[in-house]
T-cell receptor
Framework: DGGITQSPKYLFRKEGQNVTLSCEQN?????MYWYRQDPGQGLRLIYY???????QKGDIAEGYSVSREKKESFPLTVTSAQKNPTAFYLC?????????????FGNGTRLTVT | GQQVMQIPQYQHVQEGEDFTTYCNSS?????IQWYKQRPGGHPVFLIQ?????EVKKQKRLTFQFGEAKKNSSLHITATQTTDVGTYFC?????????????FGSGTQLTVLP
């Protein structure tokens, strides 16, 4: 079955450590996204990529970094510069650019930083 | 920047009652998408509306896009316990040369058996 795989499901880190969240898709989608979800809030865009080796900052990119070396993969690094990293992180993909076609989401990674 | 307001934030209904959530945008939208997120799950795409005044139905769910393309609603008739979850709208518009997709804050639906 085609889909998006995020790993791990739960991640615990100490403050001051960088952590990388994995996202892989086999839908052959060009566009990939990272969203952050906090309790009682909507999804906020961190970064998105519409093509390999290119990515754009979203609304809350500070303290995060990404890479897109392969079409299938879009890992997100939460750096120690992110002031409030504890959240639910969702990776998504779409067949065309942002807002044009449905987003397919992974199961998410719940990051806790103490 | 674009803002998408969604109300209500929470809604509790008795099973069998109807439910409606509303989205309002500060700007005219190109299209609007709706997603459902079950408790502990991830958002799942429901539908996309593109045309002014468009109405689409999926079984007990009715989606509307306003004539001015600035508001939208999702109505569920005769709710069931399987409808429990958070419903999000996401409005798409052009900002400069780039398209944006902005999510509402969601309506969390609880259905009491």
């Amino acid at each position: 079955d085609g889909g998006i795989t995020q790993s791990p499901k739960y991640l615990f880190r100490k403050e001051g450590q960088n952590v990388t969240l994995s996202c892989e898709q086999n839908l052959n989608h060009d566009a990939m996204y990272w969203y952050r979800q906090d309790p009682g809030q909507g999804l906020r865009l961190i970064y998105y990529s519409q093509i390999v080796n290119d990515f754009q900052k979203g609304d809350i990119a500070e303290g995060y970094s990404v890479s897109r070396e392969k079409k299938e993969s879009f890992p997100l690094t939460v750096t120690s510069a992110q002031k409030n990293p504890t959240a639910f992180y969702l990776c998504a993909s779409s067949s065309t650019g942002i807002g044009n076609s449905p987003l397919h989401f992974g199961n998410g990674t719940r990051l806790t930083v103490t | 920047g674009q803002q998408v307001m969604q109300i209500p934030q929470y809604q509790h209904v008795q099973e069998g009652e109807d439910f409606t959530t509303y989205c309002n945008s500060s700007t005219t939208l190109s299209n609007i998408q709706w997603y459902k997120q079950r408790p502990g799950g991830h958002p799942v795409f429901l539908i996309q509306l593109v045309k002014s005044g468009e109405v689409k139905k999926q079984k007990r769910l009715t989606f509307q896009f306003g004539e001015a393309k600035k508001n939208s609603s999702l109505h569920i008739t005769a709710t069931q316990t399987t409808d429990v979850g958070t419903y999000f709208c996401a409005g798409s518009e052009y900002s400069g040369s780039a398209r944006q997709l902005t999510f509402g804050s969601g309506t969390q639906l609880t259905v009491l058996p």
